[in-house]
């Protein structure tokens, strides 16, 4: 009985101890197994890092290459505008300056014709001025002239008859002297000299405002 349970405990401890060794064994090949997959899932990942990151870079690169050209394409857009804007004000700036040159050319051509103008104007005004002048001082002359030469006539015409009168009175005188009182002839004489005396005064007067 004895014998058997010892047979029992020796059969149950090795059937342990190849349990164990099993188990070791099994650990052992699961332990190996876990560090292979870890070893292929560091080597997964590496690879997949390396493969992301060489995704990454060509991505990046490849963004570069595309915001380079879109840069590049970008730049020779703005750079053509600028150049057609330059290029439009350029036109604009010399058309206006050519405006502005025809203006001052067409400002200084009026301004010089108006210049003309008014100097004619006032040349002409100056001439119908003097033509004023010179009308009215000989109208002045003229009047002047009529008038001396009225007062010579009539100064002429007075003398004449005063001379006439004279020399009538005197062959009166010559006729009436034998007929005439004493007192008569002396107031005739008187007379007579008087007129002589009046038209030689006249006369002198005459000549003179004549002169």
Do not use: C, W
């Not at 149950?12 to 650990?27: K, P």
């Not at 009436?176 to 107031?187: E, H, T, V």
């Amino acid at each position: 009985m004895i014998s058997d349970l010892e047979d029992q405990i020796r059969i149950l401890r090795e059937e342990l101890i190849q349990a164990n060794s099993l188990r070791d064994q099994q650990l052992l090949n699961l332990s190996l197994q876990k560090n292979e997959e870890m070893k292929a899932a560091v080597r997964d990942k590496e690879v997949a890092l390396s493969s992301l990151k060489m995704e990454m870079e060509n991505a990046m690169l490849e963004l570069k290459k595309r915001h380079q050209a879109e840069t590049e394409a970008a730049l020779d857009k703005a750079s053509s505008r600028l150049k057609q804007t330059e290029q439009e004000y350029s036109l604009k700036l010399a058309k206006s300056s050519q405006e502005i040159t025809v203006l001052k050319t067409t400002i200084s051509s009026l301004m010089e014709e108006n210049n003309l103008q008014q100097l004619a104007a006032e040349q002409r005004l100056q001439d119908v001025a003097q033509k004023l002048e010179d009308e009215k001082q000989q109208l002045m002359e003229d009047n002047d002239r009529t008038i001396k030469e009225g007062q010579h006539h009539l100064s002429y015409k007075f003398l004449f008859v005063m001379l006439q009168l004279i020399t009538i009175r005197e062959e009166y005188e010559k006729i009436l002297k034998g007929l005439m009182p004493a007192s008569s002839k002396k107031d005739f004489e008187d007379t007579i000299s008087s007129l002589k005396s009046q038209v030689s005064s006249y006369y002198s007067s005459s000549a003179f405002g004549a002169g």
